[in-house]
């Protein structure tokens, strides 16, 4: 029964003394209060309900978005949707509340640049990665066409989130590119890949990558076509081992081979320092060298970013984390934790 005084559900005739209350972001018997937990996370009240069998309630084996407490009862429904708080506006962040909103949630995006896409921002600068570039686009068109509330330039706080009394909040912050454990690491001569899309003209002519990532063969591919001299230096013996390998590897393969500017290294058995004239290293064959050049360029990994993204603990009855913030992935799997997570809210 709804209670509109109260603004709850008051469940009665289920198994042990009653009633039991539904409140928002969880439910309480008598004064206890409690969240429904089942399988991956904490199913949302929507839509009309209808009876569970009682082998489905038994086992806890509910159907998404349904909630169930004892066996053959009625689920039991919000109608105004969830009030959801999205941190970031990269693609786990962007796509989370697209798929939010398009459920009927209540969705704000707080994102603390002036432009959303975060890591796919990189493709509005490289001419080969337009696919992605379309994608982005798409994500922020849907953003806006399904009434998610933007707040572009904004740094979030956990007071600030918290303030927002949301059902629930998304934390898809990005993740924190590495760079070496090296001497000179630290150099106003040394970079991230991100920190070049679309800043080639405030590069010099010679450029070292370290690394042999996917990122950094296309942040190599880049430069060169912006007229940049590229060496990348590898420690693995092929480039790009982590791109898709169903067609994308031997395409970026044959790119590179026959890209004017870039060249290439691999097999490097170790870094030793950077300088403010380039890297030295160890090669192949175990002899040192130095690839010249007054800008380093580190392509060398991303990491989670656990404890900036755990600060948003309890800022909301429901938390997630998504994206690289909690696990180094690709876009695929943003896109997916996403998706997600919005389905099960």
């Given amino acids: 029964m709804w209670n509109a005084g109260a603004g709850r559900w008051t469940l009665t005739g289920l198994c042990g003394s009653g009633p039991w209350i539904l409140n928002r972001g969880g439910f309480s018997h008598g004064t206890s209060p409690g969240t429904f937990l089942c399988g991956t ?14 082998a489905l309630a038994l086992t806890g084996c509910f159907p998404l978005n349904t909630i169930a407490f004892a066996p053959g009862q009625l689920s039991v429904f919000k109608q105004d949707g969830e009030k959801l708080v999205v941190i970031g506006g990269g693609p786990a962040g962007m796509v989370s509340a697209v798929t939010a909103a398009k459920l009927g949630h209540q969705v704000t995006l707080i994102e603390k640049d002036s432009r959303l896409g975060g890591q796919l921002l990189h493709a509005d600068y490289a001419d080969f990665k337009w696919p992605l570039e379309d994608y982005k686009n798409y ?23 918290a303030a927002m009394d949301a059902d629930a909040v ?3 912050i990005g993740p924190k590119f590495k ?39 296309e942040t190599g591919m880049y430069l060169c076509r912006q007229g940049k001299q590229v060496k990348l230096l590898s420690r693995q013996r092929m480039l790009a081992a982590d791109a898709p390998h169903a067609h994308y590897i031997s395409m970026l393969e044959d790119a590179y081979r026959h890209q004017q500017g870039f060249s290439y290294e691999t097999g490097v058995k170790s870094y030793v320092e950077i300088t403010e004239t380039g890297v030295t ?27 900036a993204a755990m600060a948003f603990y309890g800022t909301a009855p429901l938390v997630r984390f998504l ?13 997916t934790a996403g998706w997600s997570a919005a389905r099960m809210l």
Avoid: W
Avoid at 179 to 192: I, M
Avoid at 281 to 307: D, I
């Fill in 41 to 54: 996370g904490r199913r949302r009240l929507a839509g009309p309900g209808a009876p569970l069998s009682p």
């Fill in 323 to 335: 994206g690289d913030c909690n696990r180094a992935g690709d876009v695929h799997k943003a896109v």
């Fill in 139 to 161: 994500l922020i068109r849907q953003l806006y066409q399904n009434g998610v509330e933007v707040r572009l330039n904004t740094e979030a706080s956990p007071a600030q989130v």
């Fill in 179 to 217: 760079r070496p454990d090296l001497p000179g690491a630290d150099g106003v001569n040394v970079k991230v890949p991100m920190e070049v899309f679309g800043r080639a003209q405030e590069l010099p002519e010679k450029i070292v990558i370290m690394g042999g990532s996917e990122t950094a063969v």
């Fill in 281 to 307: 290293y160890v090669g192949a064959e175990g002899e040192t060298k130095t690839a010249e050049a007054p800008l380093v360029v580190c392509a060398t990994g991303t990491e989670p970013r656990h404890q």
């Fill in 170 to 172: 998304f934390v898809a």
